[in-house]
């Protein structure tokens, strides 16, 4: 049974809804879907054409393709660039696997934003990313297609994102409408309001799958801390999306790490 947790959930679910709701199923909520309505999308240009959407989409898959930090960063949105710089984001580049080149596969343009669905073909294999451009054709955020990985894996690798101050990284491992709710900004502030309590963050331990139906899985990642040691909880749906995390309410492992 798992227990109460400590922290406030970055979902706006609790912990016990989140194992019991249906996965995000790639559609926006009925209320919201309805909030628009056709005479609004009718009269109303969308934010880019697709022919625009499609030109930006080629910008910044050649930069990452060419290893150009300095053009990646001026592709984020302002708010994205608030939390990150072109040294971070070459520094993160130089640990991802090379991009040799890409296809687009759909280009979607609506009211706010455009959605750009691309294949990557890398020196570790093919990856389908999504990207959510804005009105100037920047990314506001991103998703990749990590559905066929190991959970256990795709949990490390977000809690290594975060340990690292790799905050947009880490948001791409987000579900989409978990996304919306959730900036960089928010996993940077809720990542250092731990630390506050916890001390300066040592290591990422293992990771555990504890738990799993057909709609969720919930994996265990052990992070240690120079206070103590604990057990972060990483929700996923059945596409490898992160839906929610948190902290169990009683600690676990070393009073103190050395």
Sequence with gaps: MLRAPRF??????????????????????????????????????PALSVEQARAAARRILTALQNGDARSRYAQFSPEMQAITSPAMIAATMRTQPRVLSYDLLSVRSGINNSIVEAELRTQAGNRVVFMVLNREGRIERYYIDRSDDNDSLVALQFVRAVSTGNFITAHSFLAPDLQKEITPASLQSKWLELQRETGQFVRVGRAVEAERNDDTRLVLVNVQFNRLSDNLFVIFNASNQIVGLDFPEILTGPASVR
């Design 8 to 45: 406030t959930s970055l979902g706006p679910l609790t912990l016990a809804a989140l194992l019991a709701a249906a996965p995000w199923a790639g559609t926006l909520p009925a209320a919201r879907a309805q909030g628009s309505s056709s005479s609004q999308a009718d009269t109303t240009a």
